[in-house]
């Protein structure tokens, strides 16, 4: 299976800040990297696919860069509705597999 | 609009047999992929495994010996079953589409509610 990290597990940020959250893989997945956003009690929602590429009616503020091992999401000015738990998966070779989760909180 | 809904017992016993199913509205399931997916409480997310809207199935190798995942087209409907369970498989169980983006990159894009199984006696 390919191991996907999150660094780091948790962070506390205020609004307005730009915020980054990392994953790494255990091996090559070059772009078959997603993002999803989880708040408490509900489903994971799809930010981030192809590793950069924006889904549609996703804000701006959200991006995404990497390829081969390191993946890097950013939220450029963190607003209050991003508090939530963020998770990468990567779907280049079944099991699909998640990272941890980064939860990011209020300061 | 898509939308994915499980339903199923919320309490399972011990060695028991646990089974869900995804009743998909809005939407055909044809052409596309469906996936479950678990959360222990305040665990992150393992995917179990999809099928396909032809009936062709991936299961996750550390549940494949306990877990089938079925698909009725008639009803837009897909299942799963795990058994044997133990506490260990206390989880939000959710179930999701699975499609092809343009890029070529498998994602989940509906996801249901979730259901909360709890195993105990």
């Known amino acids: 299976d390919i191991q996907m990290t999150q660094s780091p597990s948790s962070l506390s940020a205020s609004v307005g800040d730009r915020v980054t959250i990392t994953c790494r893989a255990s091996q090559s997945i070059t772009k078959y990297l997603n993002w999803y956003q989880q708040k408490p009690g509900k489903a994971a929602n799809l930010l981030i696919f192809?590793?950069?590429s924006l889904l549609s009616g996703v804000p701006s503020r959200f991006s995404g860069s990497g390829s081969g091992t390191d993946f890097t999401l950013t939220i450029s000015s963190l607003q209050p509705e991003d508090f939530a738990t963020y998770y990468c998966?990567?779907?280049?070779?079944?099991?699909?597999?998640f990272g941890q989760g980064t939860k990011v909180e209020i300061k | 609009q898509v939308q994915l809904q499980e339903s199923g017992p919320g309490l399972v016993k011990p060695s028991e047999t646990l089974s869900l199913t995804c009743t998909v509205s809005?939407?055909?399931?044809?052409?596309?992929?469906w996936s479950w997916i678990r959360q222990p409480p305040e665990k992150g997310l393992e995917w179990i495994g999809y099928?396909?809207?032809?009936?062709?199935?991936n299961y996750n190798p550390s549940l494949k010996s306990r877990v089938t995942i079925s698909i009725d087209t008639s009803k837009n409907q897909f299942s799963l079953k795990l058994n044997s369970v133990t506490a260990a498989d206390t989880a939000l169980y959710y179930c999701a589409r699975e499609t092809t983006s343009v890029r070529g990159v498998r994602l989940l894009d509906y996801w249901g509610q979730g259901t909360l199984v709890i195993v105990s006696s």
């Open positions: 998966q990567q779907t280049y070779s079944t099991p699909w597999t």
């Open positions: 809005g939407g055909s399931i044809s052409s596309y992929y």
């Open positions: 099928i396909s809207y032809s009936g062709s199935t």
């Open positions: 192809a590793a950069s």
